[in-house]
């Protein structure tokens, strides 16, 4: 059973900067895929950006050029650094595996997510 514990959120206006850290544990594949998610309240999970414990990254168009992943194998940590924040990236974040690649589906169970709060 993998527990995902997600941190870093916080408040910051507009155009500020957060990084995210989620730390994994328990047992799990290796050459694995992690990947960050955000929801807002009422609306549907979606995917932020995903990297392969090789590096290859995936974003969603709504965040390039702004938020950047990267992973610590040796840690079983995966970064999300949060830069020129808008108020529309208020959401809470989540981490989590996917299954098959960089567009596979998110694998295991939520960690409880951390809260971005932009102010405009």
């Known amino acids: 059973q993998v527990q995902l514990v997600e941190s870093g959120g916080g408040l910051v206006p507009a155009g500020g900067s957060l990084r995210l850290s989620c730390t994994a544990s328990?047992?799990?594949?290796?050459?694995?895929?992690m990947a960050w998610y955000r929801q807002a309240p009422g609306k549907k999970r979606e995917l932020v950006a995903a990297?392969?414990?090789?590096?290859?990254?995936k974003y969603a168009d709504s965040v390039k050029g702004r938020l950047t992943i990267s992973r610590d194998n040796d840690k079983n940590t995966v970064y999300l650094q949060m830069n020129s924040l808008k108020p529309e990236d208020t959401e809470v974040y989540f981490c989590?595996?996917?299954?098959?690649?960089?567009?596979?589906?998110?694998?295991?169970?939520w960690g409880q997510g951390t809260q971005v709060t932009v102010s405009s």
């Open positions: 989590n595996y996917l299954s098959d690649g960089l567009d596979g589906s998110p694998v295991g169970s």
């Open positions: 990297v392969t414990s090789g590096g290859i990254i």
């Open positions: 328990g047992s799990r594949r290796s050459n694995n895929v």
